[in-house]
């Protein structure tokens, strides 16, 4: 069984509520979504068996917070990815899976051993993608049986019909998770301000927490 894996690299994590944690990153290759303002550009991989994935993490010896899983798309190699955190967790590893939250089936196979899931929400008018809300509901109940915050790129294009399609999907599922509202790098910030706040106060509104992080790793020009 192999997976094929683009980087793995320690820093420190720089979107989501877990921002400025230090954490070993296994970034996984290939996705199963193609969003508009997808800055992921993977052109090489090398393929590890779950062992020896596991001997290149052991190398890393300072102390961290926890491992990212990440990608693409880290579900997509869910048979590869349950075996290797079995390996890690008997090394006292906490496992953060960061996923664009539509493989609800392959989460299903190791939530258990997963710590924090950091699930992306996908809104139609800011990926230019299809609809994704039943996938999101599914995934989402399976993920809020452990730790679980939610993200959602902000475009100017963003709407506001998506925004609360999402709130309701929280309200309905996992009420006590946190949206963060993470506005795209590419664009223009005091422009997309003003749409921020506003999302804020909507989901304030519905009863929804929200943040407004920006991905502090580009500011700081880190990986
Ligand atoms: S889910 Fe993430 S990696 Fe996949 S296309 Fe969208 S932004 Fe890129």
């Known amino acids: 069984m192999k997976a094929k894996i683009a980087e793995i690299f320690e820093s420190v994590q720089g979107e989501g509520l877990y921002l400025g944690e230090k954490q070993i990153f ?10 508009a303002y997808c800055d992921t ?11 020896e994935l596991f001997e290149e993490i052991k ?3 300072d102390k961290y917070h926890s491992i990212s899983f990440t990608g693409g798309e880290p ?5 590869f990815l349950k075996e290797i955190l079995r390996l890690t967790s008997g090394h006292g590893h906490r496992h953060y899976l ?3 939250g539509t493989l609800f089936f392959e989460l299903e196979k190791l939530i258990d051993r997963i710590d924090i899931i950091a699930m992306d929400l996908k809104f ?3 990926t230019g993608m299809g609809d994704l809300w039943q996938l999101h509901r599914k995934f989402l109940k399976i993920a809020s049986r452990k730790e679980v915050f ?3 790129i902000i475009c100017q294009a963003t709407s506001e019909e998506d925004l609360r399609e999402a709130l309701a999907i929280i309200k309905e599922v996992s009420p006590s998770s946190v949206l963060v509202l993470q506005p795209n790098s590419y664009e223009n910030q005091s422009v997309l301000h003003e749409k921020l706040l506003n999302f804020k106060e909507i989901a304030s509104q519905q ?6 992080i920006p991905q502090i790793h580009k500011i700081m020009g880190l990986r």
């Open 150 to 152: 939610l993200k959602a």
């Open 26 to 35: 296994v970034r996984f290759f290939n996705c199963n979504l193609s969003c």
């Open 124 to 126: 139609p008018s800011s």
């Open 75 to 79: 579900l997509l190699y869910a048979d």
């Open 59 to 61: 190398l890393y010896r």
């Open 41 to 51: 550009k993977l052109d090489r991989f090398t393929e590890y068996e779950p062992k």
């Open 98 to 100: 960061e996923t664009n």
């Open 207 to 212: 009863g929804v927490t929200t943040c407004v």
